[in-house]
């Protein structure tokens, strides 16, 4: 733990964030003293109990304190001067699950637009055939293994949630998270055991159907990309969420293609 407000700092957990105001966000990713009354170690272990969750804020307070919940890895450690407070006077203290001088994953060498190829879905594998599974209410918040392989729109999980829940179980190489359009619409989350060999490049596969948007993570980084396809450019992607990751995916994409000149 370090004093003053993690940085760098993204607020989320499992849970889906946008598009909440933030009243809409306490319980999820943010608990106020009135009426969570969390200590700092309970702040903590809410961060422990969420598979996405990889920072987190307690701020003290003349009645109490409040939580915050984050994605971010810590990769740089301030050591006992500790970071800056988010306001002059604030008693705040960091916490990072993994430590500080954590690096996380780089997005560009893990994640691909549109469905993953090879897929099939699963969350094991017996007698060479895939176990898959709706998940039931209840289970986005479920750390580590899973005996499910599909969590539906009204489990709210967010693209970090999805691929987190590939990461906390081992027999999971794969996850897809799909944005759908329509009169269907919402997010669906799925987990899978095929390993994916080849790099489709920054252009990813195709979606997974006409109303979508699919982000495909691979656990294992990706195989390199031919010069040719880093030089092609990310393409216009509409939805929220792929723009989010894409400008992570340039921004590592093109510093790696830089560094090898």
Known sequence: MRSGWCDPWSEGTSINLLGKTDEQKQGISRFPQDPFDLSEEACFEKC??????????????ATGGTCYLGTDTLPT???????????????????????????????SHHVRHGKCEPWREGFAVADGKAKKKVCPSGEHMHVGGVTCSEWLPHH???????????????????????DRKGHDAGTTCWIGVD??????????????????????????????????ALEAGVPSIQTRYINIVFMCLAASIAAAFDSSQ
């Open 48 to 61: 422990d109990g969420d598979d996405a969750c990889e920072q987190a804020v307690y701020s003290e307070e």
């Open 77 to 107: 450690d301030p050591g006992s001067t500790g970071f800056a407070a988010s306001v002059d006077g604030a008693t705040e203290t960091c916490y990072a699950k993994k430590g500080f001088d954590h690096k996380t994953k780089l997005l």
């Open 156 to 178: 709210d999980l967010s693209w970090q949630g999805c691929f987190a829940k590939c990461d906390a179980h081992a027999p999971c190489k794969q996850a897809m998270f799909s």
């Open 195 to 228: 390993v994916i060999t080849e790099n489709p490049g920054v252009g990813g596969w195709p979606n997974s159907c006409a109303t979508c948007e699919d982000l495909c993570y691979s656990k294992h980084a990706l195989p390199l990309m031919p010069v040719a």
